[in-house]
């Protein structure tokens, strides 16, 4: 039986391995599209590469581990081991080797990530390019921008939600906001995922390099209607994003006349 598990346990490394092959080398068949979306932002590659240099680290760790682990089934054998258990009082040596190791390696991953990190969590852009409050609600995403005059709170504000419009190869800097409980602003294309916390404005940035359409989701189970929380992201021209924030804009205040205007019939003739 000890052979048995020994070639069972042999597959988990040859055939976990063997999907992470599958996945990456098989991006352009639909069905097995299950590697990294299209990355089209400025800095996502840097998230990319920590994400594979990581992956490798511990792919061979796993490897290593569950080879191990299969060789001494196939070597210790109860059937084959007919001697009784002998039992050790440990090895200061190795332990001093297996908490030194990953000691060592954990204080590489902190110090090789800290520039990605900088560049994603504290390096706010100066030169942003729009600047769009984001507000997650159960159960869905709004957006605002802050209108010709460039402030928030100000009557000219724009709002709009599920599709967040945001101009190419220009730094876009995000206001993060939560209305309720905690959603999880999530763009995968752009690398991007923050958390939105009540109470509090936190700020995320990107720098979208490619024109189109993409998901915009929550990555956060946030009550029952989680699921709904999917938007898009539309990356436009300079020419198309103002061109769109115009239209919107005038969209608004005519509903704001009509609806002043019906107020205004309503109220009772003096
Ligand atoms: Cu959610």
């Not at 009082?89 to 204080?107: I, K, R, Y």
């Not at 460039?150 to 939560?178: A, C, M, Q, R, Y």
């Not at 916390?197 to 990555?219: E, N, Q, Y």
Request: overall charge negative; hydrophobic content about 50%.
């Amino acid at each position: 039986m000890g052979k048995f598990w020994s070639f069972v346990f042999f597959l988990v490394p040859v055939l976990g391995v063997g999907l992470f092959v599958v996945a990456m080398n098989f991006h352009s068949l639909p069905l097995l599209n299950h590697w990294f979306p299209e990355d089209v932002s400025a800095s996502g590659h840097v998230i990319d590469q920590l994400f594979m240099t990581i992956l490798v680290l511990t792919g061979v760790v796993f490897v290593a581990t569950e080879v191990c682990l299969a060789f001494f089934l196939w070597r210790y054998d109860a059937k084959a081991n007919r001697d009784p258990v002998r039992y050790m009082h440990g090895s200061h040596t190795l332990e001093v080797v297996w908490t030194v190791l990953p000691a060592a390696t954990l204080f590489f991953i902190a110090i090789y990530q800290m520039n990605a990190w900088a560049d994603a969590k504290i390096r706010q852009p100066k030169d942003a390019g729009v600047i769009v409050e984001v507000r997650g609600r159960q159960f869905e995403w709004r957006f605002r921008y802050p209108g010709p005059d460039g402030k928030f709170n100000t009557p000219d504000d724009i709002h709009w939600d599920t599709d967040l419009h945001v101009p190419v190869d220009e730094e876009v800097l995000v206001h993060l906001k939560s209305e309720d409980v905690l959603h999880s602003f999530f763009l995968p294309n752009m690398r991007v995922k923050q958390d939105a916390v009540p109470g509090m404005m936190i700020p995320v940035w990107f720098r979208p390099t490619k024109i189109g359409s993409w998901d915009l989701v929550c990555a956060e189970l946030c009550g029952w209607g989680h699921y709904k929380m999917r938007g898009r992201i539309t990356v436009q021209s300079r020419a198309d994003f103002d061109a769109w924030l115009v239209e919107i804009a005038n969209k608004q205040h005519a509903t704001q006349a009509d609806a002043t205007a019906t107020a205004d019939a309503a109220k009772p003739a003096k």
